[in-house]
């Protein structure tokens, strides 16, 4: 089954710095990789995804990039402020499978003011 | 966006005792809901895969008499753990798979269930 990888555990940066996350998966048959922020106690809520069709996907201060040949995909914050400071989890699965998103083991990110 | 409630938010029940949990999508139908449970500082770890009208299929190490999966509806999943001991306390998290349209293969999650067994 599929293995997600997440590095670094945790992360701590300054106000105003950029911020990124890596991830790496096993199964390439994986094509749907996103990227949740979860505060204590809460949901898990998506901040960005990329599909294995696409590259490089930007969404304001946040971008996620893929590498389909090495299979790894990294999580870019760039402006970070303090109210980005949460747990990161990546994810991946199948979606025409409809398999469950396989979780990394998430990422603390601390930004200082 | 897709909405998934789940009831109750938070249980406390004596060690023993059952609880049933449920995941409800409410404005759209869902053949293939997931169970994830999350301990304190750790990750999301898949428990089943819930599929309506059929048998759950359980991750390797979920104990299958233990969380009990039912999926009696589109709309509905409910995990039951029986005889909940302390090491079950942890996040219950569902996700729901939308079916059609803009959900198409869409995971939706619920807010969480926090269960504590005393």
């Known amino acids: 089954g599929e293995n997600v990888e997440q590095h670094p555990s945790t992360l701590s940066v300054q106000e105003g710095d950029s911020a990124v996350i890596k991830c790496t998966y096993s199964?390439?048959?994986?094509?749907?990789f996103p990227w949740y922020k979860q505060e204590l106690g809460k949901r898990p809520q998506l901040i960005i995804d990329?599909?294995?069709?696409?590259g490089e996907k930007k969404d304001q201060r946040i971008a996620v990039t893929l590498n389909k040949t090495a299979k790894h995909f990294s999580l870019h914050i760039t402006e970070t402020q303090p109210e980005d400071s949460a747990v990161y989890f990546c994810?991946?699965?199948?979606?025409?499978?409809?398999?469950?998103?396989?979780f990394g083991k998430g990422t603390t990110l601390s930004v200082s003011s | 966006g897709a909405v998934v409630s789940q009831h109750p938010s938070w249980v406390i029940c004596k060690s023993g005792t059952s609880v049933k949990i449920e995941c409800r999508s409410l404005?759209?139908?869902?053949?293939?809901m997931f169970w994830y449970r999350q301990f304190p500082k750790q990750s999301l770890m898949l428990m089943a895969t819930?599929?309506?009208?059929?048998?759950?299929?359980?991750e390797q190490g979920v104990e299958k008499d233990k969380f009990l999966i039912n999926h009696a509806s589109l709309t509905l999943s409910t995990l039951t753990v029986t005889s909940a001991h302390p090491e079950d306390s942890s996040f219950y998290i569902c996700?729901?798979?939308?079916?059609?349209?803009?959900?198409?293969?869409?995971?939706?999650f619920g807010p969480g269930t926090r269960l504590t067994v005393l």
């Open positions: 996700s729901a798979l939308g079916t059609s349209g803009s959900f198409y293969n869409e995971q939706f």
């Open positions: 199964d390439s048959a994986s094509n749907y």
């Open positions: 990329i599909r294995s069709n696409v």
């Open positions: 994810a991946a699965s199948i979606t025409q499978a409809g398999t469950a998103l396989i």
């Open positions: 404005d759209f139908q869902a053949t293939t």
């Open positions: 819930s599929n309506e009208g059929s048998k759950a299929t359980y």
